[in-house]
């Protein structure tokens, strides 16, 4: 963990003032769950070490580790996280960085960082680590997946450099409106409601299309909306054991009749909308909390990185009361 800090009087103020700020307690309620011992534990063996040639040394794996979660936290660019660091000292409390004797990580320092995550695929090693820790400690079952998608926004606006927009989003239809971007698809465990795959495509791509890469095998039932309807006559489903709950389509629903039958069929459609209700919490926790409604970056590749990242530390967010530390 980062040494205690010299504080200066702001800082000094802030720590113990009488009221915590809401930023302040959710970056202390993310110290106390993170794992960060098994986070740097992946990316230790790819972070730079410092030249015999002399030069500037690195900064501490630690605290770029620290300042990349911020940035995810807070939806913030490279050049606005290390204006944040500058004039926050919540930020920079967290970071470890003291303001005095300390250099604070430029803007090319934190994007070189953020490449070498996505170089190595750091984002969904992490997943993978925060889903075994819980599956450890029984919070994550493997009895059952959600699945679901949701649509992430793209700027359609030619006015860039290239004068074109990103040719790996598309265009799509959903009710009567039109959407440009990428798709995120996603398999949630259907006990706890955590994220396990991520799967991130252009919008216009099919949902049962990526259905066989957010299943794990060992699930006895598999819930999905109406838009995996047929997913048993697929493919990689023949052979699959697990039941599937669809829901059925909401222009059927509405015209069930009034009978003792259609009764019983609604309340079965109410029972599988109970449970596929979870699958909406970790995108509320992205959009809403995070801050992620449109895409970051070009190509679907860096976004599905940043996607991943942002649901496993929205899975620990979701158990930090059950779990205050995971590591």
Known sequence: MAAPLQLGFTDYEQTYAKKKTRRQRFLDEMEATVPWDPFLALISPVYHRPSAKGGRPPFPLEVMLRIHLLQQWFTLSDPLMEEMLID????????????????IPDETTILNFRHLLEENRIAEQILETV????????????EGTILDATII???SSTKNKTGERDPEMHSVAKGNQ???????????DAASGLVHSV???????HELNTAPDRVHGEERVIYGDSGHIGI????????????????MKPGQRRVLPDTP?????????????????????????IKCQFGFRKVFYRSIRKNNLKLTMLFALANLWMVRERCPSTA
């Open 88 to 103: 926050t000292p919540c930020f920079r409390r967290f970071a470890g960085i003291d303001m005095v004797e300390d250099r």
């Open 131 to 142: 889903n075994q820790s819980l599956r450890e400690k029984g919070v994550m079952l493997k």
């Open 153 to 155: 926004n793209a700027p």
């Open 178 to 188: 039109w959407f440009f971007g990428m798709r995120c698809h996603i398999g949630v």
């Open 199 to 205: 799967v991130s495509t252009a919008a216009n791509v």
């Open 232 to 247: 048993e006559k697929r493919e990689a489903f023949k052979d699959c054991e697990a039941e599937m709950r669809i829901a």
């Open 261 to 285: 039958e259609g009764r019983l069929l609604d309340l079965m459609e109410a029972a599988k909308a109970h449970v596929r209700a979870k699958v909406e919490h970790p995108f509320r926790i």
